[in-house]
Each structure stands twice: as C-alpha cells, then as structure tokens.
C-alpha cells in the first residue's frame, strides 16, 4: 500500500484557486514499478475553498484497473470502483453523475488544501507500465447553504 505523487500535487505545486471563478488542472503519474491494491496516487492539490465540480480519470496501462478516486479523507468521495484501461480512455466522476457516489444537489467544499487521489482498488496484472491522468475543475464560486452574498452591511437580494 504505496502512496506515490503525481506532478500537480508535489509539495512544491501550488494549488491552483482564482479568488472566484474556475481552474482546470491536468495530472499525470508515469508508472514506474508496480501497482497493487490499496496503492494511492495523488494527482491534484484542491485548494481551501475549493469544490470539484468535473473530474475524469484515466489510464494508458494495458491491464483492466479498478479505481477509487477521493482525497485525503474519504478515498471514494468522487468515484466508487470505476473499471479503467488503455481501450477506455477518460471516466467521469463526481459531483452527482450517475456514476457517482456523490449525490445531485450536494458539492462537497475542502475547508483545507487537500489532494484529489486515484485509489487503485483491483488490478489485473501485478505490474503495469504506463501513465494513469487526471483533469478537474474546481469551483471558487461555491458558497456554503445560508450565506447571503450581498453589501456588506446590506441584504442580498
């Protein structure tokens, strides 16, 4: 149960979060020995404030893969047991798609950075060669149920 990092959440990538607005962010993980169950990979650094509202996974490795992808805290939170390979190319999760463990109506907001995970959950073959991506659009415009955005001092409206 390795854990391995991806180029876009090495402690030295910023985490990339607009005041307002929408960031995308693309991640690779060239792999370089092999993968087993419950290895995680860290792809991308979510900013404080930061709602996922589109992610896609993928691979290029030539065995069937099922993966999880989540965060530090919940390893599913986006994407329960989806089947990748290299024939499939992008799966979508999260943020209430039908297959999705998130349901319609509900983002989730990181109070703290934090790192959107790929969670190797099955694999065909012990060891895999290449690359596992990942692309995600954070929202900075989330607000949290019962903020009024308005003047200060004012009533929004």
Not at 39 to 65: L, W
Request: a neutral charge.
């Amino acid at each position: 149960m390795a854990t391995f990092t991806a180029n876009a959440a090495q402690s030295t990538a910023v985490a990339k979060g607009n005041r307002t607005g929408l960031v995308a962010v693309t991640s690779f993980f060239s792999v370089q020995a092999s993968l087993s169950i419950g290895t995680t990979i860290q792809m991308i650094k979510v900013p404080a404030g930061g709602c996922p509202v589109f992610i896609a996974v993928g691979t290029t490795s030539t065995g069937q893969q099922t993966l999880s992808v989540g965060d530090g805290i919940n390893n599913a939170r986006w994407l329960t047991h989806g089947t990748v390979s290299a024939a499939m190319g992008m799966i979508v999760g999260g943020t209430g798609l039908a297959n999705s463990n998130v349901p319609a109506g509900a983002p989730y907001t990181y109070s703290t950075e934090d790192t959107l995970d790929i969670f190797v959950s099955l694999v065909s073959v012990t060891t895999l060669g290449g690359a596992y991506y990942m692309t995600a659009i954070i929202s900075m415009d989330v607000q949290p149920t019962g903020t009024v955005v308005g003047l200060l001092g004012g009533v929004a409206g």
